[in-house]
């Protein structure tokens, strides 16, 4: 885990102040949230504080804690956690941030960081000498299916080679960066296989543009064959839980004899027909064994008494 401090009082702007847009946009975004709860709008604020300066400065930190009135700790905390703010100045027209997790580091994430090594600073967070671009390497962005790739700015440039990113760090130099294509930087769409579809290759089922008795067509069922419906989720046992006399949630939450009239009162427990196995689910009804070896209700744990438990019986 990385020492997360704010950048050295000499880089600190006096004072920090949101534009009238992303003024009148944060006072919308606090009153997204229930009175008493505003402080829930800091992270989208100092997100908008670091779109609009480049980085989270100590003043926007400041400014963001008055207009939601949280204590400065408290921002301070949230802005210093979370790596996506940016604590100290980055690259006026790009901050690359490289992907450098196992996906995109087998697929070359370590010539990219070498690329951006010689390209822009040997160090990452520290900008080149015009101050236009700085880099760093992040974790997992979630296009590990299109590794390597880069984040810049909210886009994400897939499938890279250290030529192609050499490249879009150019065009970002030169003010360009808007042409530059996000998304894979090869012939392919979206995450699809890069060699093509080896599946789902009718575009017509895939879109079920398919007529109706086209489809019966396409897929004949056998006769006498039938797809029954599926059990997932829907356990069948002779557990008391899953009794289907058991009805929960109840419609009737608000009062507790409502609650107690609306109840279907549970079945008895059955320690012997407990143990047994439900023959429509494993074939066959047959006591289940205990790790000790012995049957099931005979092995039911005995109580104090030394008699047997009554088991879970409301
Ligand atoms: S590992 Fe790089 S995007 Fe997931």
């Not at 207009?67 to 604590?87: C, K, S």
């Not at 010539?111 to 160090?123: A, V």
């Amino acid at each position: 885990m990385s020492v997360r401090r704010l950048a050295d009082a000499s880089v600190q702007p006096e004072g920090f102040a949101f534009n009238r847009a992303n003024a009148a946009w944060a006072k919308q975004a606090i009153k997204k949230y229930p009175q008493g709860r505003e402080h829930s709008a800091v992270i989208p604020l100092l997100m908008r504080a670091q779109e609009q300066e480049g980085w989270v400065t100590k003043s926007a930190i400041e400014h963001v804690a008055d207009m939601i009135g949280m204590p400065y700790i408290r921002a301070l905390e949230v802005a210093t956690f979370y790596t996506q703010f940016q604590l100290a100045p980055v690259g006026t027209r790009a901050h690359i941030q490289v992907c450098g997790t196992t996906p995109c580091m087998l697929r070359g994430s370590e010539e990219l960081i070498d690329l951006c090594k010689k390209k822009i600073h040997p160090e990452p967070f520290h900008t080149n000498g015009s101050g236009t671009l700085s880099w760093e390497e992040v974790e997992c962005q979630g296009a590990c299916v299109n590794a390597p790739m880069v984040m810049i700015f909210k886009d994400a440039y897939e499938d890279l080679t250290p030529e192609r990113l050499d490249e879009i760090i150019d065009a970002f130099e030169a003010g360009k960066g808007d042409s530059v294509k996000p998304g894979p930087q090869i012939d392919r769409v979206y995450s699809a296989p890069a060699t093509g579809l080896t599946s789902l290759t009718d575009e017509a089922i895939v879109t079920g543009k398919h007529h109706a008795s086209e489809r019966v067509a396409a897929a004949p069922q056998k006769e006498g064959t039938s797809m029954p419906p599926s059990r997932a989720a829907k356990p069948k046992t002779f557990a008391m839980e899953t009794a289907p006399g058991v009805k929960s949630p109840s419609p009737e939450k608000a009062s507790r004899n409502g609650e107690k009239a609306a109840s279907v009162s549970a079945p008895a427990d059955d320690e012997a027909a407990a143990d047994l196995t439900e023959p429509t689910v494993e074939g066959e009804a047959r006591p289940r064994k205990h790790p000790d070896g012995k049957a099931g209700a005979s092995a039911a744990p005995k109580g104090k008494s030394g008699k047997k438990d009554k088991g879970g019986a409301a």
